[in-house]
């Protein structure tokens, strides 16, 4: 799937995560899977094991597959948008660390999604929220 090498990058990313970036493990374990996901992605979709040097070369149209596939398992707008932000984030330490070009996996922009509308509040949260303006105000109403 991987080769050794991309492994042991990997597994260094994510030891950066953990010690440098103060990382919770549940992070750690969350990029980990994104980015073996995609990875295993793009296994499949080149048929060669993705190695430091298959990977640099990643393309857009290649990113766009992969965000294609995962929208077509089924995978919400915000759940790709997390993993694309974990293989950005790796693109760009394995780049500076490697020497490569990361510009058409850094490009790619993160899916839109529905923003949420905020929730109204309880009847009781209602009335104690403007009971503390009367006892903020400056001048009575």
């Known amino acids: 799937m991987i080769s050794p090498a991309m492994s042991a990058a990997l597994d260094s990313w994510l030891a950066h995560q953990r010690a440098l970036k103060g990382a919770a493990e549940n992070t750690v374990t969350a990029y980990q899977t994104d980015l073996l996901g995609f990875l295993s992605f793009m296994t499949l979709y080149h048929g060669e094991a993705q190695g430091l040097g298959p990977i640099s070369r ?16 089924g995978v919400a707008a915000r759940s790709l948008a997390r993993s694309l932000s974990a293989v950005k984030s790796f693109y760009r330490w394995l780049a500076d660390r490697e020497g490569f070009e990361p510009t058409a996996v850094l490009s790619t922009r993160s899916p839109k999604f529905q923003k949420k509308l905020p929730r109204p509040l309880a009847v009781d949260a209602a009335r104690a929220m403007i009971d503390t303006v009367e006892v903020q105000a400056r001048e009575p109403w």
């Open 58 to 73: 990643i393309t857009v149209s290649d990113m766009r597959a992969w965000m294609a596939s995962e929208r077509a398992r």
